[in-house]
């Protein structure tokens, strides 16, 4: 595990503007040239979610989905913000969605426009908005992002700028039941204070058997209470539901067979992630 810190806010995006829901940090390379952790691993990514191997990411957008389905008339303009190669948007746009997805990382866009046929734009909602003809969204998701973001309250201010009167926000972030799961691949880099909130902040490291990189980014664990907190200026919340997934497989080189004769080893191991739904103020 490469335990290199990235001082508080080194190569941090915020989520206006060029970026999206990701702290990126120039640190990762191919042939020499810089490039961002979230493109370094974007057609391994691809790769995987194409041919099935991340049960668990899978079994999380599956719930992500059936959550917005419930909620969010089909027909409807959804934005994914934070989409990566676009595993969640495709899915959406299978339900009957009209999606557009948004990332700060290009190469993960370029990735995810050649395997899942994604609409996408590269940055955050501003820009999603102005791709989808400066209208509004009636739905944003933010699928496992909102962890990978240090400003929460832009976080949130943003979203509700892309969103129309009464629209929805979808945001997963993982639990501490996540955090401990994974343990193995985090290192911690410390605790930080955000108002009365005390949270922590980890790297975690993401390396794939056979694959050319090997990818750190930064997280900030929080607790409910704080994504709720930050949300209440822009959102009625309900309560925070929690989805039960399978945990990561530690290799996703997995041949189907093998696949197949641990699934049930996999049911039985589960990481949590928290699902809020917000709702738009009407004066927000």
């Keep these: 595990m490469n335990n290199t810190e990235h001082p508080e806010g080194q190569g941090e995006a915020s989520f206006s503007g060029q970026s999206v ?19 370094a691993m974007a057609e391994h990514r691809a790769e995987v979610l194409k041919n099935g191997l991340d049960r668990s990411y899978e079994d999380l957008c599956l719930q992500v989905t059936d959550s917005i389905t419930e909620a969010v008339a089909r027909g409807s303009k959804v934005l994914d913000v934070g989409c990566g190669v676009g595993y969640l948007t495709k899915k959406l ?30 940055g955050g909602p501003q820009e999603a908005v102005e791709h989808n003809h400066g209208e509004p969204f009636d739905a944003v998701v933010a699928n496992m992002v909102a962890h990978c973001v240090k400003d929460l309250e832009t976080f949130y201010s943003d979203a509700a700028a892309a969103l129309k009167p009464g629209g929805l926000l979808f945001v997963t972030v993982p639990d501490q039941m996540w955090a401990q799961n994974h343990a193995d691949s985090l290192a911690v880099q410390g605790n930080w204070s955000d108002d009365q909130f005390t949270h922590t902040t980890v790297a975690r490291e993401f390396a794939a058997s056979g694959a050319h990189y090997q990818s750190q980014v930064t997280y900030y664990l929080r607790n409910p209470a704080a994504y709720l907190h930050y949300a209440a200026s822009y959102f009625e919340a309900e309560a925070p539901a929690s989805l039960a997934t399978p945990l990561d497989r530690e290799s996703y080189d997995l041949g189907e067979s093998e696949r197949a004769s641990n699934s049930e080893d996999a049911r039985d191991a589960l990481g949590d992630i928290m699902l809020f739904k917000f709702r738009k103020k009407n004066d927000a």
């Design 93 to 122: 746009t299978d339900s009957g969605y009209s999606v557009v997805g948004a990332d700060i990382a290009p190469g993960s866009i370029e990735v995810g426009r050649r395997v899942f046929g994604l609409d996408a734009v590269v």
């Design 21 to 39: 829901a990701r702290e990126l940090q120039a640190d990762q390379a191919i042939d020499g040239a810089a490039i961002n952790p979230w493109d």
